[in-house]
């Protein structure tokens, strides 16, 4: 039989730029090269999805307690407090002036006095239900809206209000505020926190997984360095599969977490911090990101370990 | 090759003092005792393995001052045979042979798939698995995937090693054809049957090893 006509020409090298295309296109013939299944492909599809599950909880913890810390914060600094103490034979004529020097305070709107209903409700917690304000010196409470915090002088206030009335103390909640506000942002840090280990941890079992999938398929990598395979070819094939595998396993997992976040019980139901915890708003894209984070970890971690093992071998 | 020699790690020399020019479009046969280090030679010929000593150069490029990439490409412009070949074993014959084709990213010509399957005798076998060949079908899928690149030279070490007398015939025509059409072509063997029967074909030059040194075998072949 004649010989036939061979392909020659020179051999088209695989850049970056054809890596990302034959991760997002056709890079079926080059996925081939490598075994189709295995061990290491269920275990990085269960650590994915596994890691993306607890992702979407990190994640809904660090936007959750992002939005209390601001809401506590705004909701404290809109409204201070101003506190009259003096005896009961007094106490009508302080509350007065107190509320007359209020009314022409700068920045602020309405002085508002609490009655001895919201007065017992505040007790409540401390005294129980029962709690016969009328029979106890209970200080008198004005809460005091702030309509403009730049017009406002805290300090101003307090010094006319030690001096015009000293029984008087004027409250800005700043000592409530300041360790509430700042175990919100501790606690959101750990949200963070939790996400980086997430995608370290992540990170490390794709690098294993991918490092295991190298060692069993040695005869392949010694085929393909005999016919000419660059390390980079070799690289991609095994980096393809294993970032599809995190991206199918994440997307998975992230799924399952939303549906895990949207079963959690109805904030206004109980009232109680946990409920807080899910997403709002522009949050829910943040969860679709988990996928491609976990695809670019996947892309990072499999190139990282397959470059690394091919390098050490010549 | 100018006075190139090889020892493996921690041991003595195995090859030395070796000088050596292939000329394209030559056919030679590599030949010497089991051990004597003809593998060697062919794998230094490839670059699997570097000379200790002296200077190696392969299509216009020392061995020695090649990158981790320089080597890939000059693996794809040398075809190689072994003895007991591999092949990726999830893959169908047809795709083996095309693996220079798929990472060096060129597309694959079904039609020029099919010539060159049926030149070495496997059409009919392009959608099995390599696991059933035979040991003679498995060295033509081997020299189908080494010429598909169109490689200047052709390494082929013992490739009949395993074969009977006809199916080693059948390869070394292939070998031979390939010689004519340009390629040039080292053939390792320790049969001298086939190295003559090849010769009465085909003008080749017959080179020993022995002692550690190349030597050029006469006209006694």
Redesign the interface.
Known sequence: ?????????S????DLR?LVASLTGDGA??D??V??TGFTAQLTLFAAGAMAFLAVFALALSLATGRLADRWAESLAQTVTVRVSAPSTEIEAQTENVMQILRATPGVGEPRLLDDAEIADLLTPWFGPDVPVDALPVPRLIELPIIDASDFDTAGLRLRLEGEVPNAVLDDHTEWRRPLVSAASRLQMLGIFSLLLIAAASAAMITLAARAALAANG??I??????????I??ATAFVRRFTRRAALGAGVGTVLGLLAVIALPNMEESGQFLTGLGFQGWGWLWALLIPLVAAAVGFLATRWAALTML?QV? | MQDAGFGYQGGEPLLSGMTLSLQPGSFHFLTGPSGSGKTTFMRLCYADLLPSSGRMTALGQDLRGLTRDGIAALRRKVGVVHQDPQFLDHLPVAENVALPLTISGQPVDMAAMRDLLGWVGLAQQARVLPGSLSGGERQRVALARAVILSPDLVLADEPTGNLDWDMSMRLMQLLIELNRSGKTVMVATHDLNLIRATKAQVAARVLRIANGTLQLAGADL
């Open positions: 039989m004649k010989l036939p006509k061979l392909s020659g020409g051999v088209k090298g695989l054809a013939s080059g081939r090269i075994p189709p005869q392949v010694r085929v393909l360095r005999l016919i000419g395979a660059r390390d070819t070799i390098g010549r």
